[in-house]
């Protein structure tokens, strides 16, 4: 049964590590994760954006897929159900379809209206015993069309974002979406402690997971940060791993052509690199 993400998040802060928020595109993606987080019996979020709920045939089919994965495949370890960077409108319609987990981004609209409006979707999760994510300062990079350009939060607006109730909050620190260009700077850990600072226990997201060195990973979780989103890491693994069967032309040896030949070596590399980010976020035998 998919679980809300504040308990394990909750107990990620207080043990000083971190939750791996694993975006799927396909069934693929979210069976490789599932059976990681078992076979490492650790917590995992998975991360759907409205582009890929689209892509799977909407929410509603997302939802089905993953009750039934866990179902059948007996996944007994916690499992959050989350909707990445969400509209408003997008936020209610998951919680309505069965997400029990979702991330409402307003970091787009000014402060005020950002804060009315995650009052409204906190009451809407409250209701359902469902978990909610804010954020504060868009994170830059490109996401479904959107670009920005690694921003840095206020700490104070974060603070005030903190006291409405949310469970988790993502605060750009300097972090981005997709291959960090090699100017990045790296990220503002001044920023970091301070928004920790302001917001004591909350736990904190790092969006933007993919490329960020070992070494900031870990001293960003010694600052609070308890989840951690990666996507694009995920995809290009697959993506080379798919291309090597291709170009080893295994893909014409008997049937190789087969989707479930094809796409093995893809899958086998997302639950490889699934499970070398539980280990470096902490989060194995945490479950
Ligand atoms: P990456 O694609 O950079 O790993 O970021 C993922 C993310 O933050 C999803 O919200």
């Given at each position: 049964m998919l679980v809300s993400a504040k308990e394990m998040l909750i107990k990620a802060k207080a043990g000083k590590y971190a939750i791996g928020h694993i975006n799927i595109n396909n069934l693929e993606w979210a069976k490789a994760t599932l059976l990681t987080a078992q076979e490492n019996n650790s917590p995992v979020i998975l991360g759907v954006s409205e582009g890929a709920g689209k892509y799977m045939g909407g929410y509603k089919t997302v939802v089905g897929m993953v009750n039934g994965l866990m179902d059948e495949l007996n996944i007994t370890v916690p499992v959050a159900l989350h909707l990445d960077h969400g509209t408003y409108e997008g936020a209610i319609e998951c919680l309505e379809k069965g997400f029990s987990s979702v991330m409402f981004d307003g970091s787009h609209y000014p402060i005020e209206e950002n804060i009315e409006k995650t009052k409204d979707i906190i009451r809407r999760a409250k209701a359902l015993g469902a978990s909610v994510e804010a954020e504060v300062g868009a994170i830059g990079g490109e996401e479904d069309g959107v670009i920005g350009g690694g921003e840095v939060a206020d700490p104070e607006e974060c603070q005030r974002i903190a006291e409405l109730g949310v469970d988790m909050l993502a605060a750009g620190i300097g972090n981005i979406h997709g291959v960090y260009p090699p100017t990045w700077t790296g990220l503002n850990f001044e920023v970091l402690a301070e928004i920790q600072k302001r917001t004591g226990t909350m736990p904190l997201v790092l969006h933007?997971?993919?490329?960020?060195p070992d070494d900031m990973i870990k001293k960003a979780i010694s600052l609070g940060v308890s989840k951690i989103n990666v996507n694009t890491e995920c995809q290009l693994v697959f993506a080379e791993a798919t291309r090597k069967y291709i170009e080893e032309g295994k893909d014409l040896q008997g049937k190789g052509y087969d989707p479930r030949k094809l796409l093995k070596p893809g899958y086998e590399a997302i639950k490889e690199k699934v499970k070398e980010k539980m280990i470096l976020f902490g989060s194995v035998n945490k479950a």
């Open positions: 933007g997971g993919t490329g960020i």
